[in-house]
């Protein structure tokens, strides 16, 4: 038994002598032997050339953070000085990047697993140069060796710690060049100072360019900014300046971010944070990215704002509609996987566009055969003004600031600006929009839009198209086929049951009114702006109303400036109460057929024909007013209307004036669609509302046009 242990001191006594031979051995041992085959090895691994062309030597140090009996075990400690790694031929710049100096600690018990771990890897004033040529060749991208058995050794990395350094782009595919540089900061900034930081900045920055309103709508809510308070995130140490062009745009930036990013799971969240003026978009973000290896975890509070949303496609690849304006702030969560897509989250998002406030929760993905954006928004005040950019109906000052080079005519009232179809057919949407209220200034308020907006391979439907007014339910559907040359559109609206009194509340002859509108447009089109729609429409619209009032000044305020210098010449100022108005027009090529369009006055009946031809916005109509009986009227000659919807001529027909009841023998001529039109009347009717003037009036037409054949 003594033997035996004396034999096993022995032995553990031969074990730790070698131990401490082999300790001294590779401390004394003169690394830089090693670095001609250190080169050559890394060189045929990467596919480029590299060099350690300073000192390479070894020092061991013991980690406390360890805890246990691991904090006592020495651990050897790398340092390579002045690494340098070339650039593939054609780049123009001959290394790729350049390091004062690399550190790395290595665990020396996971060897014997062929387990090369290391714990950390320091990198000392790195300079990275970033190249793409025309051809698509990417410098960062590296040639590894082809075929051969795999190895049997396994790299493990645990955190990467950097200093600071230098990074450089130089992308031709994308006109892109930036230059980005890192310097430490003076000391560690926590994490939650940052974030409140950044909030404040972004939100006094939208204040300046959009007004208190805007800056009001971006406050702190339930969602906003402990969205990103990530327990246990580093503190920021490093500061970071970004300046150059990206994707031909102007970008210039600061930052801050973590020293060390852990690349294994149970690391601390690594902390960014960006504030970076992109053209003439800005975009600020603060937030975290943890688990780098799995390529996901981005979790950031995120503001955006510029002069129009449709400004960030270029950067970001989402198509999104021209917009006045904008500003949002919201909870981004990302997962990046080059293999299955990635996947983009923009939940509990705030803000304004224009004059309107929004929000909702969307998402984008770009894993499928392309990109799709889905979610939901919803809008508690949508002012009507704000949706005329989605058509180009905006002012030329603001098509300026967002971009927009097609002048809009001086003579023309329809926008004329293209729709932007090749962005349609580089992704799908599916979004659901709610609007509690839209307003439009000196009219009446909308609410309670609804409508579906799907986009697929370029095929644009908002079905249903659903809001209220005055009352009643306008609905239908819009689809617009951007994927045809040229763009394929169909519209299809029913309006029910609008009430007058709500429709014109500040009308005091409407008040009491028990009038109602309904109508019903059924349009087909072709063309890429709103203008080559209307001037190839085919199809028709239908309109009657009951029980109403009509005056100059309330055409005026209605924005119907072809009506309310027709009623001038032919009532003056007075307001004139209607007992049934009713339109039919017939559409073929844009050019529309006043097939009826008659009102019935106390005094009067007044019906119109001609054509409107709206390729070129011309107008082509005659109004002939017919006097009942001995009662007075101020005008009974015909009214001729020229000229174009912005600059129409409205003027009184030379010839004779026309004969007390000729309007049963011209109106006979022009109403054989009346009959269509009593479908129209039904509604009012079904509601037990009493007898609506419209139907006595079309039934009369009806049988005066019978009467005259």
Known sequence: MTHRFKLGHWIAGVLAGLTVLLVIAVALFDWNRLKPFIDDKMSQAIGRPFAIRGDLSLAWRRDPALGGWHAWLPWPQFTARDIAIGNPPWASRPQFATLQSLRFELAPLPLFAHRIDVPTLQLVQPAVDLERDRQGRASWTFTLPQGGAPSAWKLELGAIGFDRGTVTLDDAQTASRLTVTVTPLQGAIPYDQIVAQ??????????????????????????????????????????????????????????????????????????????????????????????????????????????????????????????????????????????????????????????????????????????????????????????????????????????????????????????RTDRWRAMDADVGFSGERIVRDKAVPLDALQTHIVMDAGKLTLEPLRFGLAGGQVQGALRLDGGKAPMQGRLDLSARHLKLKQLFPNVQTMRSSLGEINGEVQLGAQGNSVAALAGSADGQVRLVMNDGAISKTLLETAGLNVGNIVIGKLFGDQTVQINCAAADLGARNGLFDVRLFVFDTPDALVNMDGTVDMGSEKLDLTVKPHTKGLRVFSLRSPLYVRGTLKHPDVGVQKGPLLARGAGAVALGVVAAPAAALLALVVPSQDRNEGDNTCRATLQALGRKNAGSR
């Open 198 to 419: 950044q909030s404040q900045s972004a939100r006094e920055h939208v204040g300046q360019a959009m007004g208190a309103t805007a800056k009001k709508a971006l406050a702190p809510t339930d969602q906003s900014d402990t969205a990103v308070g990530q327990h246990g995130a580093a503190d920021y140490m490093f500061g970071w300046h970004a300046e150059g062009r990206y994707k031909g745009a102007p970008v210039k930036g600061d930052g801050r971010t973590g020293g060390v990013l852990a690349l294994r799971g149970g690391g601390s969240p690594f902390p960014l944070q960006a504030d970076v003026q992109l053209g003439r978009s800005r975009v600020a973000l603060v937030g975290t990215l943890t688990d780098p290896l799995e390529l996901g975890a981005l979790d950031l509070r995120l503001w955006l704002s510029g002069p129009s949303m449709a400004t960030l496609y270029p950067y970001t690849g989402v198509t999104l509609p021209d917009t006045p304006p904008y500003a949002t702030e919201g909870h981004l969560q990302a997962t990046l996987d080059s293999t299955r897509g990635n996947h983009f989250s923009y939940r509990h998002f705030h803000g304004r566009v224009g004059d309107s406030d929004i929000g909702g929760d969307v998402a984008f993905d770009t894993g499928g055969a392309r990109p799709k954006l889905s979610g939901t928004l919803r809008s508690r005040l949508l002012r009507f003004a704000d949706l005329g950019v989605l058509v180009g109906a905006d002012s030329s000052a603001h098509k300026q600031q967002r971009g927009d080079a097609t002048p809009q005519p001086p003579d023309k009232l329809l926008p004329v600006e293209p729709f």
